[in-house]
């Protein structure tokens, strides 16, 4: 029972970990096109994209919505500092309009509307390309809803193009708000560093509701598993290598600005990449340590299941095993014979066979507790 259990483990182990991958490297939908030609590779969309602008310097602050591309070409020669964000990358003909204004390299462009980027940092004349993964967790399906977020950085302003609406930025857009702020008195590149701290920070909260997640799950598998832990453990497992699969690609991203030079972020701003790295090497460090917990818990697992089996075949063996003489008794005067002395006794019955049985069967569960079998 335990080797079938087992088998059909790694089975469903081995499909979850194709889809896992399949999440990082699918294939194309065209084959064959030149390099910087624009295909979505995400899931359909068909609600219109949502764009919106912050502008702001140490003294003023403006947000609004965009529902007009030349609302914001003027953004690029602006003295503020301009955060567009572009909520859904499926319209080419937008992301077209968008990387003829910015003058986006077009290997830059193909990578954000090919959403299944891994964490990197790439150089360009004039502007830096980022490409992190952004998780929000679900509270109804306990489950982490992965998107892709990328950002082109320039001298003064900054373009973030995620998958679907909905981000993690709102402290940034509050700091944003108030006057007096560290972030009003910075450039693009302060920006930059402080969404994907809020990214990085976000990391921290969906670890904590996986780590009680953990210790609930654990309890039960002690006490009384069942099949649904079983797959909620193969859930969590999926999650954590997802999540390993993002952090660690952002630790090379962190690394390589905080250490080159970029024209587009300033040495001041380098400083406190340093805290976003020392945060990511803790997330590293929680997340190995809860990939061994989860790997301990289907031994738990197991163990729990075969204990639990244990004590069924001990209960029957000890149930058996009272009734082997009563059995013997039963089958001796059970025979067809016309001569048994006993049967000349007028008490043999009850005291006879019943006392008898009776004293043999409570015997044996003294011998049994006093070896502590039960």
Known sequence: MIRRQTKKLRVQTKRKLRKLTELFDQEPKQIGLPPGTLVYTGQKETEPVSISLIEYDQNSFTEKKIDNLNEILFSKENEKVSWITIDGVHDIQLMEKIQS????????????????????????????????????????????????VSFILG????????EDPGDVFNPVRERIRKDGTKI????????????????VDSYFHILEKLGEEIEELEDRLV?????????SVHQMRRNMILLRKSVWPLREVISYLQRNEHDVINQSTQIYLRDVYDHIIQIMDTIESYRDMIVGMLDVYLSSTSNKLNEVMKVLTIISTLFIPLTFLAGVYGMNFHYFPELEIRWMYPWGFWAVSLLISLGMILFFKRKKWF
């Open 101 to 148: 204004y910015f003058n986006i390299h077009p290997l830059a462009m193909e990578d954000i509307v090919h959403t299944t980027q891994r964490p990197k940092a790439e150089e360009y004349p004039d502007q830096l390309f980022i490409v992190t993964r952004m998780f929000i967790y679900d509270e109804e399906n306990r489950d982490i809803k992965n998107e892709q």
């Open 184 to 199: 009003r008195s910075n450039g693009a590149d302060f920006l930059t560093y402080s969404v994907i701290d809020a990214i």
């Open 155 to 162: 001298k003064n302003y900054l373009l973030t193009f995620l």
């Open 223 to 231: 006490v009384q598993p069942t099949r649904e832990d079983l797959q």
